[in-house]
């Protein structure tokens, strides 16, 4: 279950994302600014580390993937994945560090996918209620054994066979199931 805060947060998701996947040699050449589709998140067993895919678009078309990891305190195993530090006006400094890189979202990945979870439910609370946010980004782990690396899609193809050990997503404007992840 993962507990969203109202904060304020700087940098915005989009901007970090607007920084980011630019200059990444997995993404192709952007004919705009990004703007967010949704996400979707996973828990950490241990509670430690936020867990969180974003869906970003150029408006062309293009469908990029970006997993995070939020975590309180810097990792030194994890320099080089290191995205940028954020400040949350409810959690204070966070490190984010590029998801696929970070061996927590790896564990919560892998074992969506063997076990044909679903993502993290999402609670918040409005006006001192607690209630569950519907996902912007649907998920569904396929329930096949993960026995090789997972592998990220970082641009998605609506065309992609779901074969094997994956992980799938739908969201607005795209309700036949998207490859996110697979092995």
């Known amino acids: 279950m993962a507990l969203l805060h109202r904060a304020t947060i700087t940098p ?16 192709p050449p952007l004919a705009g600014p990004l703007s967010m589709i949704g996400g979707y998140r996973f828990d950490d067993p241990e509670d430690e580390v936020g867990i969180e895919t974003l869906l970003a678009t150029d408006g062309t078309g293009l469908v990029v993937q970006v997993p995070l990891t939020y975590r309180g305190a810097p990792v030194e195993e994890l320099e080089d994945a290191l995205v940028t530090t954020m400040q949350h006006s409810a959690l204070g400094e966070r490190w984010i560090y590029d998801g696929t890189q970070d061996p927590v979202l790896l564990e919560a990945f ?21 209630q569950t946010r519907e996902p912007s980004v649907v998920v569904a782990g396929s329930g096949d054994p993960v026995d090789e690396p997972l592998r990220f899609h970082h641009v998605l193809e609506a065309e992609q066979p779901a074969d094997g050990a994956v992980l799938t997503g739908t969201w607005d404007g795209q309700d036949e199931p998207v490859v996110l992840v697979s092995t």
């Open 110 to 130: 892998a074992a969506a996918i063997e076990e044909g979870q679903a993502g993290a439910i999402e609670i918040i609370e409005v006006d001192g209620m607690i």
């Open 12 to 27: 915005t998701k989009l901007e970090l994302l607007q920084a980011w996947v630019p200059q990444q040699d997995w993404c």
